[in-house]
């Protein structure tokens, strides 16, 4: 049974760019989370998807924005990225029960 | 201040030893709780999920939480060097499938050969 998966592994943007993570969660999970690590910091909410729709936002700015589609699989947009935006995105997929995470994508912006 | 308090360490300790990480809160609509463990550079790999006060063990690995102290901790028993990583504690306010997850700061430990 695959575990959760994200692509890219990692990424190089330029300020101002447009980036676009994917997630693909464990089988059987319905709902999608995303978080961002800052270098040595603990992970922050951005939002949560279940049944396609944004159910949780954090306090993130709406230049985030998501997506889930009906196999459940998710992608985060962030748009007119910042050199603040360089942080380890992590995806976290559940059913009812806790999180699980994937292994991150890493976004360096230029 | 931060809703959660943890440690930031570095804790250092031989191999063998039993070492215990903790983490307060100081909101009281947290109900679940949980402890990760991030080694470096990859994401956070869950080691243990409880909802209620008392113990739970799990191999090497003993959570407590005590909800009246607003105060949880994790034990390691016979700590190894591959127990060296950072040690986040989670909590969130209801089933947390469906809610979002406040993170301690991590605790950077390592075991030494």
């Known amino acids: 049974d695959a575990g959760v998966t994200q692509s890219p592994t990692h990424l190089i943007k330029t300020r101002g760019q447009q980036v676009t993570l994917r997630c693909s969660p464990k089988?059987?999970?319905?709902?999608v989370s995303w978080y961002q690590q800052a270098l040595g910091q603990e992970p922050q909410f951005i939002f949560q998807y279940y049944e396609e729709e944004e159910r949780q936002r954090g306090n993130f700015p709406d230049r985030f924005s998501g997506h889930q589609f009906p196999n459940y699989s998710s992608e985060l947009n962030v748009n007119a990225l910042l050199l603040g935006d360089s942080a380890l995105y992590l995806c976290?997929?559940?059913?009812?029960?806790?999180?699980?995470f994937g292994p991150g994508t890493r976004l360096l912006v230029l | 201040q931060k809703e959660v308090e943890q440690d930031p360490g570095p804790l250092s300790v031989p191999e063998g030893a039993i070492v215990s990480l903790n983490c307060t809160y100081s909101n009281s609509a947290f109900q679940y709780f949980m402890w990760y463990r991030q080694y470096s550079r990859k994401g956070p790999e869950l080691l243990m999920y409880?909802?209620?006060?008392g113990n739970k063990e799990d191999g090497r690995f003993t959570a407590q939480v005590d909800k009246s102290s607003k105060y949880i901790s994790l034990f390691i028993r016979d700590s190894q060097p591959s127990d060296s990583a950072t040690y986040l504690c989670a909590m969130s306010a209801g089933d947390t499938g469906r809610r979002a997850l406040t993170f301690g700061s991590g605790t950077r430990l390592q075991v030494q050969p």
């Open positions: 089988s059987g999970h319905d709902t």
């Open positions: 976290a997929s559940s059913f009812e029960e806790t999180q699980y």
């Open positions: 409880t909802y209620s006060s």
